[in-house]
C-alpha cells in the first residue's frame, strides 16, 4: 500500500486525524497546550471517573490484588473482584448472569461473534456502532441491514428471509452519532414474532437512562425482557471494561464459545473494583442521573432555539446532541471556531457518519456547571449569527 498516498487523500478531503495530549479529558474543563476549554466532548456522563468512592475502590484493590489478572479468565484472572463485579451487573441489569471483558468493543467483537454462526441471518440496524458491523463480519454470518430505526422496514425483510437459519437482530440502544434511541418495544414484539435472539448495545443508555440508571430497557419498562444485553463501562460508569447480560445458559455458552474471552487477559481486579463501586453509585446517587438529562435537555432546546439543525431523539435527556452542518471541512471550521472560543467540541466526519452528516456531538456531564452551559449557548447564539450573515469561515 502506498501510505503517503493515503495520507494525503485523507488530508485533502478533510478526513486527517491525529492525537491530541490533553489533560483532564473526563472532566468538565479540559487543558489543551497550556489553554483551558468547556469540555462538550466527553462521554463521563455521570461524572464517575473521580468520583471519591470510585477512585478509593480501586486504589485499595492496587494494593490488595495488583495490577495484573495474571491470565486469562478461564486460567487465573476470575478472582473476587470480577465475580462480584458480574453479580452486581446481573442484579442491575435484571438478568440471570453477566460476564465481563476487558473492553466494549472487545464485547461486541466476542458476543456476536459467538453467537452467530456461519450459517445465521444478522438483521442489523444501518447506523449501528463499528464494533457491531464489525463482530457481524467476525462471525462470517449473513447480514441483512434494515433501516435506521425502522421496525416496518425490519418486519419486511424478517418476512422475506425464508428457511431455518437462525435470526439475530442487533441494534445499539442509544445511537452514540445521533443521540436517537431504538425502538425497543417493537424490536423485541419482531425478534419474538419471528424467534430471532435480540442483541442490544446499550453503551451510552447505561447509567444515564432508566429509575434505577439500568438504562434504555428500563426507561421503556423492558428491564430483564431483553435477551442478550451488552454495556461498557467506559462512558456513564467512568472506567473501563465491557459486559454482557442475560440467562445462565447463553453466558455459559460465552465462556465456552466467546473468543475474545477465552483468549485475552482478565479485566485487572482494580477496574473491577472501581467498576463495581461505580454501579452502586449509579444506583444511590439519582441526582446525577437526573442532572445530565436536564443539561441535556437545556442544550438541545436552546440549540433549537437559536436555529441550527439537531438530529431529533424521542428521549430528550438522552446526554448527546448532535449538531449536523453537513460536509466534513464545515464541521471542521465549527470545531475550530469553538475553540477560538475556549470550547472542545468534536467534530465527527465520515466514515463514523455518512457523507454529508458531519456534525459536532456535543456531550454532557452531570458535573456541567449551568452557567457554564448557559455561556456555551451564547457562544453558539455568536456563531450561528455570524454564520447567518456570511461572517462564517
Same mark, same amino acid.
Given at each position: 500500500?502506498?501510505?503517503?498516498?493515503?495520507?494525503?487523500?485523507?488530508?485533502?478531503?478533510?478526513?486527517?486525524? +491525529?492525537?491530541?495530549?490533553?489533560?483532564?479529558?473526563?472532566?468538565?474543563?479540559?487543558?489543551?497546550?497550556?489553554?483551558?476549554?468547556?469540555?462538550?466532548?466527553?462521554?463521563?456522563?455521570?461524572?464517575?471517573?473521580?468520583?471519591?468512592?470510585?477512585?478509593?475502590?480501586?486504589?485499595?484493590?492496587?494494593?490488595?490484588?495488583?495490577?495484573?489478572?495474571?491470565?486469562?479468565? !478461564?486460567?487465573?484472572?476470575? &478472582?473476587?473482584?470480577?465475580?462480584?463485579?458480574?453479580?452486581?451487573?446481573?442484579?442491575?441489569?435484571?438478568?440471570?448472569?453477566?460476564?465481563?471483558?476487558?473492553?466494549?468493543? $472487545? +464485547?461486541?467483537?466476542?458476543?456476536?461473534?459467538?453467537?452467530?454462526?456461519?450459517?445465521?441471518?444478522?438483521?442489523?440496524?444501518?447506523?449501528?456502532?463499528?464494533?457491531?458491523?464489525?463482530?457481524?463480519?467476525?462471525?462470517?454470518?449473513?447480514?441483512?441491514?434494515?433501516?435506521?430505526? /425502522?421496525?416496518?422496514?425490519? %418486519?419486511?425483510?424478517?418476512?422475506?428471509?425464508?428457511?431455518?437459519?437462525?435470526?439475530?437482530?442487533?441494534?445499539?440502544?442509544?445511537?452514540?452519532?445521533?443521540?436517537?434511541?431504538?425502538?425497543?418495544?417493537? !424490536?423485541?414484539?419482531?425478534? #419474538?414474532?419471528?424467534?430471532?435472539? !435480540?442483541?442490544?448495545?446499550?453503551?451510552?443508555?447505561? &447509567?444515564?437512562? @432508566?429509575?434505577? @440508571?439500568?438504562?434504555?430497557? %428500563?426507561?421503556? @419498562?423492558?428491564?430483564?425482557?431483553?435477551?442478550?444485553?451488552?454495556?461498557?463501562?467506559?462512558?456513564?460508569?467512568?472506567?473501563?471494561?465491557?459486559?454482557?447480560?442475560?440467562?445462565?445458559?447463553?453466558? /455459559?455458552?460465552?465462556?465456552?464459545?466467546?473468543?475474545?474471552?477465552?483468549?485475552?487477559?482478565?479485566?485487572?481486579?482494580?477496574?473491577?473494583?472501581?467498576?463495581?463501586?461505580?454501579?452502586?453509585?449509579?444506583?444511590?446517587?439519582?441526582?446525577?442521573?437526573?442532572?445530565?438529562?436536564?443539561?441535556?435537555?437545556?442544550?438541545?432546546? @436552546?440549540?433549537?432555539?437559536?436555529?441550527?439543525?439537531?438530529?431529533?431523539?424521542?428521549?430528550?435527556?438522552?446526554?448527546?446532541?448532535?449538531?449536523?452542518?453537513?460536509?466534513?471541512?464545515?464541521?471542521? $471550521?465549527?470545531? %475550530?471556531?469553538?475553540?477560538?472560543?475556549?470550547?472542545?467540541?468534536?467534530?465527527?466526519?465520515?466514515?463514523?457518519?455518512?457523507? &454529508?452528516?458531519?456534525?459536532?456531538?456535543?456531550?454532557?456531564?452531570?458535573?456541567?456547571? /449551568?452557567?457554564?452551559?448557559?455561556?456555551?449557548?451564547?457562544?453558539?447564539?455568536?456563531?450561528?449569527? #455570524?454564520?447567518?450573515?456570511?461572517?462564517?469561515?
Amino acid at each position: 500500500m502506498d501510505f503517503a498516498a493515503e495520507l494525503e487523500r485523507l488530508k485533502e478531503g478533510q478526513l486527517y486525524r +491525529t492525537t491530541r495530549v490533553i489533560a483532564g479529558g473526563a472532566r468538565p474543563w479540559l487543558w489543551y497546550q497550556g489553554r483551558r476549554y468547556l469540555n462538550l466532548s466527553s462521554s463521563n456522563y455521570l461524572g464517575l471517573s473521580d468520583h471519591p468512592k470510585v477512585v478509593e475502590a480501586a486504589v485499595a484493590s492496587l494494593y490488595d490484588e495488583g495490577f495484573n489478572a495474571g491470565g486469562s479468565c !478461564l486460567i487465573t484472572g476470575h &478472582g473476587p473482584a470480577h465475580a462480584a463485579l458480574e453479580a452486581a451487573i446481573a442484579r442491575h441489569q435484571g438478568t440471570e448472569r453477566s460476564l465481563v471483558y476487558a473492553a466494549g468493543y $472487545q +464485547t461486541n467483537l466476542g458476543v456476536l461473534s459467538a453467537l452467530a454462526t456461519r450459517e445465521a441471518v444478522i438483521f442489523s440496524d444501518a447506523l449501528n456502532h463499528a464494533s457491531l458491523i464489525d463482530a457481524a463480519r467476525l462471525s462470517r454470518a449473513r447480514v441483512v441491514v434494515y433501516r435506521h430505526g /425502522d421496525p416496518n422496514h425490519l %418486519e419486511e425483510l424478517l418476512r422475506a428471509e425464508g428457511g431455518d437459519s437462525p435470526r439475530l437482530i442487533v441494534t445499539d440502544g442509544v445511537f452514540s452519532m445521533d443521540g436517537d434511541v431504538a425502538p425497543l418495544a417493537d !424490536l423485541l414484539a419482531l425478534a #419474538e414474532r419471528y424467534q430471532a435472539l !435480540l442483541v442490544v448495545d446499550d453503551a451510552h443508555g447505561l &447509567g444515564v437512562l @432508566g429509575e434505577r @440508571g439500568a438504562g434504555l430497557a %428500563e426507561h421503556f @419498562g423492558l428491564l430483564g425482557r431483553i435477551p442478550v444485553a451488552v454495556g461498557t463501562m467506559s462512558k456513564a460508569l467512568g472506567v473501563q471494561g465491557g459486559f454482557v447480560a442475560a440467562r445462565a445458559q447463553v453466558i /455459559d455458552y460465552l465462556i465456552n464459545r466467546s473468543r475474545a474471552f477465552i483468549f485475552s487477559s482478565g479485566l485487572v481486579a482494580p477496574v473491577a473494583r472501581a467498576a463495581l463501586a461505580a454501579v452502586e453509585v449509579v444506583q444511590a446517587e439519582g441526582w446525577r442521573r437526573q442532572r445530565v438529562q436536564a443539561l441535556a435537555a437545556r442544550l438541545r432546546r @436552546g440549540l433549537g432555539a437559536q436555529g441550527w439543525q439537531l438530529q431529533p431523539t424521542a428521549v430528550e435527556g438522552v446526554p448527546i446532541v448532535a449538531l449536523v452542518v453537513g460536509e466534513a471541512e464545515r464541521a471542521l $471550521q465549527l470545531m %475550530e471556531r469553538l475553540r477560538e472560543e475556549g470550547i472542545w467540541a468534536a467534530a465527527i466526519r465520515p466514515p463514523t457518519v455518512p457523507p &454529508g452528516t458531519s456534525r459536532l456531538r456535543l456531550a454532557l456531564m452531570a458535573t456541567h456547571e /449551568d452557567d457554564a452551559i448557559e455561556w456555551a449557548l451564547e457562544v453558539f447564539g455568536r456563531i450561528r449569527s #455570524e454564520w447567518a450573515h456570511g461572517e462564517g469561515r
